[in-house]
C-alpha cells in the first residue's frame, strides 16, 4: 500500500515507554498523544460498560418473577436510568470513535497525531467529568435519577430525584463528543498522507468521518434540549411542562433529533469495523469499496431524517406519519447495501475463523434482525401495536449491542495486537464469543417475544403469563454475563503474559500494519505516500482462481 517501510525504534520500544516523557499516572492524564487518550479512553469506558452490565444483570434478577425479588420499585427505576445513560452515553456513543477512532485514525491515514491534541485531551477531560458526575448523582440528597436515560417530561421536571447532576453530566458529555467530531472531520481533511486520496481512505476513516459529521451537527441540539429541562427545573418556566404552558411533544421532537442520528453515531463506526476486518479475515477485495463509503454518508444524512418515527403515537398527523414511516424505510437501504458488499466479499473468499471475524458473523446477523425489526417499527400499523413494549427494547438492543457492543469486541480482538504488542489466547477468546452471542440472543430475542405479546417496557411488575420469556431472558443475562468476563479476563492475562505481537499478525493491508506493535510514539518516522488502495488481496484471489 504504501512507499514506506515498517517503522522499527530501538530496543523495540513502542509509545508506552517512549524516553524523554512523563512516567505514571500523570503521563496519561496530560498526555496529548493519540494513542494514550485512546486507552485512556478505553479504561474508563471499560468500568462505565461493567458498572452499567451489573446494573443490568440486577434488572433482569428482579424480573425473574412477579412482584418484589430484590429490590423495591423506585430503586428499580433508579437502576435502568443509570443503565442507560452509562450505556449511552458513556460507553455505546463514545465506544468505537473515542478508544478506536483516537488510537487509530492519524495512523490509518499516515498522520503523526490529531489535528488538535489538545482538544482531544480536553474531550476525555470533559468525558470523564460527565461520567463521574453521572455516578456522584446516587449519593446525593434525593437519590439519582428515575426518569429514564430519555429524560422525558413533565416527569424529568416533576421528579424530586437528582435530575439536574445527570442533566449537566450529559451536557458535558455533547461537548467531549462535538469536539472529537471536530477532530476527526479535521484531521482527515487535512492530515492526510501524500497519495491518499478519498477513496483510498480506510472505509473504518469513512465511518468516523460520517460519525463525525453527526457528532458536531446533531449533538448541540440535544445539548439545548436538556439545559432548558434544568431552566424548566430550576426556574419554573413553561417550556415542556403542560402545566405551566409548555409543550412535552416539543421536547419528545428536540430530542429525538439528536437521538436518532445518535444511533447513527453508534452504529457507523461498527459498520466501519465490519469493513475493515472482513476483507482480512476472507482475503479478499472488499466488494464495492465506493458504495460502501457513500453508504455511510448516506446514512448519517438519512438517518438525519427520521427521528419522529418515535413519535407514531402522540398524535401527529396522517401525512407526517407517512411521510416519517416512508424514510424509515427509505434510510435501511444504505444499510442493506453494506450487507449485500459483506456477504459479496465472504463469497469465494479464504476464509480465517480468527475470533474478530466471529464476532464479526454475529454482529452481521444480529445487526440483520435489529434492522428487521426496525423496519417492523417503521410499518404504522405494526408500531401502534407494540410501541412502548418490551418489542423496541429488544429491537434496540440487537441494534446497539448486538451491533455495535459485538463491532466493538471485534475491534478489540482485532486491533489488540497493534495496541498492546500482545497476541491474546484464542481459545478463551473463541468460548468468550460463543457464550456472549448464545447469551446476547437468550436475553434479548425473548424480549420481542415480550413485546408482541404485550408487555410494556420499564415496568417494576408483569402479570403471571409473561414469566416464562422472562426466566429465559434472565438466564440468557446471566450466560452473557459471563461471556464478558472470560473476555475480558482473557485479554487482561494477555497484556502481560501474551505471546510478543509481530507488525502483522493478520495481513492486513492497512497502513496501521506497517508499523511495529505497539506503534511508536509519532507513529511513522517519515509520513508515507500512499500508492494503491487499502484491501489489495489480488495476489490471494489469482491464487483462488488457479486452484478452485
Known sequence: MTQAAAHTLPGGRGFYDEPGRHTGIRGWIFSTDHKRIGLLYLGSMSVFFLTALTLGVLMRLEMLSPGKTIVEPQTYNTFFTLHGIMMIFL???????????????????????????????????????????????????????????????????????????????????????????????????RMRAPGMDWFRMPLFVWSLYATAWIQILATPIVGITLLLVAVERMFGVGIFDPALGGDPVLFQHLFWIYSHPAVYIMVLPGLGVVSEILPVFA???????????????????????????????????????????????????????????????????????????????????????????????????????????????????????????????????????????????????????????????????????????????????????????????????????????ILIVNLLVSLRRGAIAPANPWGGKTLEWTVPSPPPMENFDTIPTVTTGPYDYSEYEQRSAEHP
Open 283 to 485: 482475503r479478499r477485495t472488499i466488494f464495492g469499496y465506493k458504495f460502501i463509503a457513500y453508504s455511510s454518508l448516506a446514512i448519517a444524512f438519512l438517518g438525519s431524517l427520521v427521528w419522529a418515527h418515535h413519535m407514531f403515537t402522540v398524535g401527529m398527523s396522517n401525512t407526517g406519519m407517512f411521510v416519517f414511516s416512508l424514510l424509515t424505510f427509505l434510510v435501511s437501504i444504505p444499510s442493506a447495501i453494506k450487507v449485500f458488499n459483506w456477504i459479496a466479499t465472504l463469497y469465494k473468499g479464504s476464509i480465517a475463523l480468527e475470533p474478530p471475524l466471529l464476532f464479526i458473523l454475529s454482529f452481521i446477523i444480529q445487526f440483520s434482525i435489529g434492522g428487521f425489526t426496525g423496519l417492523m417499527l417503521g410499518a404504522l400499523a405494526v408500531n401502534i401495536h407494540v410501541q412502548d413494549t418490551y418489542f423496541v427494547v429488544g429491537h434496540f438492543h440487537y441494534v446497539m449491542f448486538g451491533g455495535t457492543g459485538f463491532g466493538l469486541f471485534a475491534a478489540m480482538h482485532y486491533w489488540f495486537p497493534k495496541m498492546f504488542g500482545r497476541m491474546y489466547k484464542k481459545g478463551p477468546a473463541v468460548v468468550a464469543w460463543a457464550l456472549t452471542t448464545l447469551g446476547f440472543n437468550m436475553l434479548y430475542f425473548p424480549f420481542l417475544i415480550l413485546g408482541y405479546m404485550g408487555m410494556p417496557r420499564r415496568y417494576y411488575d408483569y402479570l403471571p403469563e409473561y414469566q416464562s420469556v422472562h426466566v429465559v431472558a434472565t438466564v440468557g443475562s446471566w450466560v452473557l454475563a459471563l461471556g464478558v468476563i
Open 91 to 189: 460507553f455505546i456513543i463514545p465506544g468505537l470513535p473515542a478508544v478506536f477512532g483516537n488510537f487509530l485514525l492519524p495512523i490509518m491515514i499516515g498522520a503523526k497525531d490529531v489535528f488538535f491534541p489538545r482538544l482531544n485531551l480536553l474531550s476525555w477531560w470533559l468525558f470523564m467529568i460527565g461520567g463521574l458526575l453521572a455516578l456522584a448523582s446516587v449519593f446525593f440528597p434525593g437519590g439519582a435519577a428515575d426518569t429514564g436515560w430519555t429524560f422525558y417530561v413533565p416527569y424529568s421536571v416533576r421528579t424530586s430525584t437528582n435530575v439536574l447532576p445527570a442533566l449537566i453530566a450529559a451536557f458535558i458529555l455533547g461537548f467531549s463528543s462535538i469536539l472529537t467530531g471536530l477532530n476527526f472531520v479535521t484531521t482527515i481533511h
